[in-house]
């Protein structure tokens, strides 16, 4: 078994850092070619990060799933890739897809997303139905939040709107500070192992401030808390991976079994003693199940 950071590690020596203009907004992505096989013949491959991340916090998915091509962008406003001109809503973010896949001209690719990912995914997927096969990591599908989980969302979500009400130069600090990421990393993490609590520390460090202002902080958070994947189920089709963690602060397990029963061809594989943290907490075995998962016929 090869931990995250290794899986990274494999991950980054086969990274090619490619751009692509969408409607005059630059967008970053990075291109991991297969090395199982025929890199030709692979099929392609699309990762979606989650709220405030970019494509390394999926890196450790890039390093262990190395039969496909991987496309990995960094959502706009996020990472490198610019913000948008319009509000960073959910319905902006699926057309940014869409548009995002037509210019790198990939047609009925696999499709992993995590956390945020997961709605941008689906709700692109339930308009226009563009994938092969889908995965949804830690997926937004509500359920009742109670408890520290639900007092700490609320304060969060006014923490954010007050730093994009101030001056911009005050509202990055804030939105930047350790002591917001460390909190937040301290709390999603569940892992009891040091290493991988220290590391899982560093890459949130290192880039969980990498956004464009408060501003686009503020409206992607809306985003990602005021929706859920539970309106677009029914209009998915295709083969879906749901990949659930059993200490998931964000959405219980009880709620991604309950939504599954609604879909057509979904299965849920949950994950013990994990949370919100799926890709650096148990990135070997989720790339194991999405593995299998990928290689069974529809």
Same mark, same amino acid.
């Given at each position: ?54 494509h ?13 091509n ?5 959502l ?13 809503? %959910?319905?902006?973010y @699926?057309?940014?897809? !869409?548009?995002? #896949?037509? /210019?790198?001209?990939l047609?009925?690719?696999? &499709?992993? *997303?995590?956390?945020f990912?997961? %709605?941008?995914?689906? @709700?692109?997927?339930? !308009?226009?139905? #563009?994938? /092969? ?6 997926? &937004?599908? *509500? ?25 911009? &130069?005050? *509202? ?20 009891k ?35 859920v ?69 529809n």
């Open positions: 078994m090869k931990s995250s950071a290794e899986l990274t590690k494999e991950a980054r020596k086969r990274a090619e850092p490619r751009s692509v203009s969408i409607d005059g907004i630059n967008a970053n992505y990075w291109f991991y070619p297969a090395t199982m096989g025929d890199a030709a013949k692979a099929k392609n491959l699309v990762l979606v990060h989650g709220y405030r991340g970019d390394h916090g999926l890196e450790a998915f890039a390093g262990g799933l190395t039969d496909f991987i496309y990995s962008p960094d706009p406003g996020f990472g490198t890739s610019a913000a948008l001109n319009v509000e960073h809503s %959910l319905n902006s @699926a057309d940014w897809f !869409k548009t995002f #896949l037509q /210019e790198i001209k047609e009925k690719p696999l &499709v992993v *997303g995590h956390s990912g997961t %709605l941008v995914v689906s @709700a692109t997927e339930a !308009k226009l139905g #563009l994938f /092969e096969k889908i995965v949804l990591v830690n997926p &937004v599908a *509500g359920g009742r939040i109670v408890g520290v989980s639900k007092l700490l969302m609320e304060f969060v979500k006014f923490y954010y709107w007050v730093a994009h009400i101030v001056p911009e &130069v005050i *509202g990055n600090r804030m939105t930047k500070t350790y002591l917001l990421v460390d909190s937040m990393s301290a709390y999603t993490t569940k892992s192992d040091k290493t991988l609590r220290k590391w899982v520390k560093e890459q949130h460090r290192t880039h969980f401030n990498s956004f464009a202002n408060s501003q686009v902080v503020w409206e992607a958070y809306v985003a990602s808390t005021e929706n994947v539970t309106p677009y189920v029914k209009e998915i089709h295709k083969p879906v991976l749901l990949i659930a963690a059993e200490l998931d602060e964000i959405t219980p397990v009880s709620a991604v079994y309950e939504f599954a029963r609604t879909m057509d061809h979904a299965e849920v594989y949950e994950i013990k003693g994990c949370g919100h943290l799926v890709h650096y907490e148990a990135a070997d075995e989720a790339i194991d199940v999405i593995n299998k998962f990928f290689a069974k016929k």
